[in-house]
């Protein structure tokens, strides 16, 4: 009896040590991830950099439009001048670099803050703003984000596996204090629960404070000081309730559980401490693995539809293009030209006004002069200064008076023509300006024809050796396939040569063949289109998609009568099944058998390319391919 009453306190002591560490622990960990949460979330940013000529009037507009997307929190505009000094306070040797190029590389910029529930959705976000025309380029750190959901997930879970762990023992301890004070215990009963209450505190300090003391000099103190003292004083709480608890549940007589029952509830108690703290963060780790994993594939897949649908639409769209741009460009040498000339007939009516107007002005003057001198003479005459007199000098002055009025009124037409000329001139020099203005204009869209034009034959010139490239590669395996049939045909007639004939039907049952190796049908038998070409071709094998370094098995035992590298298919594997069956394997890597080697299903023949991902897989019967995919198991993926 009294060996039992000395081993409950040491092992009550031991289980609130250890529920000590466990828990200081615990805390430790939560103010890590929360200190480290903070510091990635207030360190992350998207910079958004904006393509060259982009002023601060359109940065603005842009940074309204970014701001408006519901994923920013806030957005603040970088002048190029900022962005230089803050890499020159990183680095003050960068004003050499800029002193030899011998202005600013660096463009304006926004910096994004994202709000918390975004970061998830950081690389849609950026693939949304890299589509404005405005700007050039999206940088941020997918590590960091991937990080920073990492830690926050496990500051979450720290937090609720404390809350959790809290909140039960709180009411195991409250509902063991109801059952000991229903029970009317006398006031000595309440001794062993104050024993059990000030051991467990005692002994649950002292883990936290070794479990402190061993973790302070690693961190420089800045954890211990994040933790608090609130949670530990809720740590101590917790177990000294724990240990009075502990205490009172012995049996209906007062006395201590037998030591059996000590070490159950110790050993229980200490590994749901252990276990509750890693489960939680794998299983969700793995959950989140997985998810990230199908998006991949989901977001790769996308994007192979979308390369193809573009590839095949590119050349034609670029095509007719540049039949628009060639258009524009005879319309707009068109104009210019008809406005050139009737910049030359202005220009030379406007030479012709001005030649008219100095010959209108040297005329005037001379009317002016010789009309003065006839009326000064008649004026002498009229007023009797004439020395000579008679009856002929009345038609002398009727003559006068006549020329001085015609030439008067020639006078006045030559002003009225000097005006009249003068408003053509200016006239002609407004229509001149005019025409300027607008053959400067058409030539402007005749240079961005002229530019478009060169884009667009770029990018059909690209198509064109792209369709090349295609046709090419098409052709090459065109040609494999072609020398792959004839070396089965000739093994074929050989073998036909020794007596043995076979016929054309596959000899062996449907859905009786195991798969070669772990994957799925990425390109199918017979007929299919290749959309660069938009035309068809014909496929004698299947090609299967599986990891790079698989393992690849024989569907059937057979004898190795081929192995080594084939044209396009790379390194091949044929093995004669018997009864004029045969099975080819292409692009595979560290080829294992040897020539005339018998291999059964199990045998490894060697394994996929790392940098191919893709298996070839073709079936023959007497020299004729057939699909491979009705002849095996029934199912995308083989399993052994």
């Not at 404390?162 to 009963?189: H, K, N, Y």
């Not at 667009?456 to 792959?484: F, W």
Request: aromatic letters at 8%; proline letters at 3%; one cysteine or more.
């Amino acid at each position: 009896m009294r060996q039992a009453s000395v081993r409950w306190p040491v092992a009550l002591a031991v289980a609130a040590l250890i529920s000590g560490i466990l828990g200081e622990g615990l805390l430790f960990f939560r103010a890590q991830a929360r200190e480290a949460e903070r510091l990635l979330s207030e360190d992350f940013k998207v910079l958004v950099f904006l393509r060259e000529g982009v002023d601060e009037a359109l940065a603005s507009v842009v940074q309204e439009r970014v701001v408006a997307m519901p994923e920013t929190a806030s957005s603040a505009y970088v002048t190029p001048e900022e962005a230089l000094s803050r890499v020159e306070a990183r680095d003050p040797t960068v004003f050499r670099s800029v002193a030899v190029i011998g202005e600013n590389p660096l463009p304006g910029s926004l910096e994004v803050v994202l709000h918390e529930r975004a970061v998830a959705s950081v690389a849609e976000f950026a693939d949304r703003i890299r589509a404005f025309d405005e700007v050039d380029e999206v940088v941020f750190k997918p590590l960091q984000a991937r990080v920073l959901l990492q830690i926050r997930f496990y500051e979450r879970f720290a937090s609720m596996a404390t809350t959790l762990a809290a909140a039960a023992a709180s009411l195991w301890a409250a509902w063991a204090f109801a059952v000991f004070l229903r029970a009317r215990r006398p006031l000595e009963a309440w001794r062993e629960p104050l024993k059990g209450a000030g051991v467990s505190l005692a002994a649950a300090a002292l883990g936290m404070g070794v479990c402190a003391w061993l973790a302070v000099p690693g961190s420089d103190g800045w954890i211990s000081a994040s933790v608090g003292w609130t949670g530990r004083l809720w740590l101590l709480c917790l177990a000294a309730a724990a240990g009075a608890a502990l205490s009172l549940r012995g049996g209906d007589d007062g006395r201590k559980p037998s030591a059996g029952r000590e070490r159950r509830r110790i050993a229980a108690i200490f590994a749901a401490a252990t276990i509750l703290l890693p489960s939680g963060g794998a299983f969700a780790a793995s959950v989140r693995s997985k998810r990230q994993e199908l998006q991949q594939v989901t977001q790769q897949l996308e994007e192979q539809k979308r390369a193809v649908d573009a590839k095949r639409r590119e050349k034609e769209e670029a095509e007719r293009l540049l039949r628009k741009f060639r258009g524009e460009q005879h319309g707009a040498a068109s104009r210019v030209k008809k406005l050139e000339g009737s910049h030359r007939e202005i220009d030379d009516e406007r030479l012709r006004l001005d030649a008219r107007l100095r010959s209108l002005k040297t005329a005037s003057q001379g009317n002016q002069s010789q009309l003065a001198r006839e009326v000064g003479e008649y004026r002498k005459t009229s007023n009797g200064c004439d020395g000579f007199y008679g009856s002929d000098s009345l038609w002398e002055e009727a003559f006068r008076r006549s020329a001085i009025r015609d030439k008067t009124l020639y006078l006045a037409q030559l002003r009225m023509m000097d005006s009249d000329a003068f408003g053509a001139r200016n006239e002609a020099m407004v229509q001149s300006e005019k025409i300027q203005r607008k053959a400067m204009l058409e030539r402007r869209r005749l240079r961005s024809a002229e530019q478009e034009i060169a884009q667009t034959r770029a990018s059909v010139n690209r198509a064109a050796k792209d369709v090349v490239a295609a046709e090419k590669r098409l052709k090459s395996l065109e040609a494999s396939a072609r020398e792959l049939a004839n070396l089965i045909r000739e093994l074929t007639e050989r073998q036909a040569r020794t007596g043995k004939k076979f016929g054309d039907a596959p000899t062996v049952a449907k859905g009786s063949l195991p798969w070669p190796v772990l994957g799925q049908v990425a390109q199918r038998f017979g007929k299919q289109r290749v959309p660069e070409l938009a035309t068809w071709t014909i496929h004698n094998g299947i090609e299967i998609s599986a990891r790079a370094g698989s393992e690849v098995r024989p569907v059937r035992s057979g004898t190795v009568i081929f192995l080594g590298p084939f044209r396009s298919y790379g390194n091949v594997i044929i093995i004669n099944h018997g009864k004029g069956f045969y099975s080819i394997y292409g692009h595979l890597s560290e080829l294992r058998p040897s020539k005339g080697q018998r291999v059964k299903t199990e045998t490894v023949l060697a394994s996929v390319e790392p940098g191919g991902g893709r298996i070839y897989l073709e079936f023959r019967q007497g020299g004729k391919a057939f699909d491979p995919v009705p002849f095996l198991t029934s199912g995308s993926v083989r399993k052994r």
